[in-house]
């Protein structure tokens, strides 16, 4: 049964740092490009950030360039989110999910999806 299972998620204030991290099981997160997307109360998702399969290669959406740092470790079957700079437009719920291949040119496609972590970027 593959899964996906956000965490790190929090109260943080403007210019802060958070650290989220995306543990699977049930499949070979390798064979997979890992992607982190976000949806804001009354908002459409939208996607942040991705890496390819071997940690080779990443993408970024212009809202979160310089600020945001997308890592794997694929031997402790981990994604992860450093999120620094943060701001409050940055608050949403987190979530990561797994796309079947080597790269991250698009943000569709994904297999497997989990359940989400909130940030919450406020004074």
């Known amino acids: 049964q593959p899964q996906l299972v956000e965490s790190g998620g929090g109260l943080v204030q403007p210019g802060g740092s958070l650290r989220l991290s995306c543990d699977a099981s049930g499949f070979r997160l390798d064979y997979y490009a890992i992607g982190w997307f976000r949806q804001a109360p009354g908002k459409e998702r939208e996607g942040v950030a991705c890496i390819s399969s071997g940690g080779g290669s990443t993408t970024y959406a212009d809202s979160v360039k310089g600020r945001f740092t997308m890592s794997r470790d694929n031997a402790k079957l981990t994604a992860y989110l450093q999120m620094n700079s943060l701001k409050p437009e940055d608050t949403a719920n987190y979530y990561c999910?797994?796309?079947?291949?080597?790269?991250?040119?698009?943000?569709?496609?994904?297999?497997?999806w989990g359940q989400g972590t909130l940030v919450t970027v406020s004074s």
């Open positions: 999910a797994a796309r079947y291949g080597t790269s991250c040119r698009y943000w569709s496609g994904y297999d497997y």
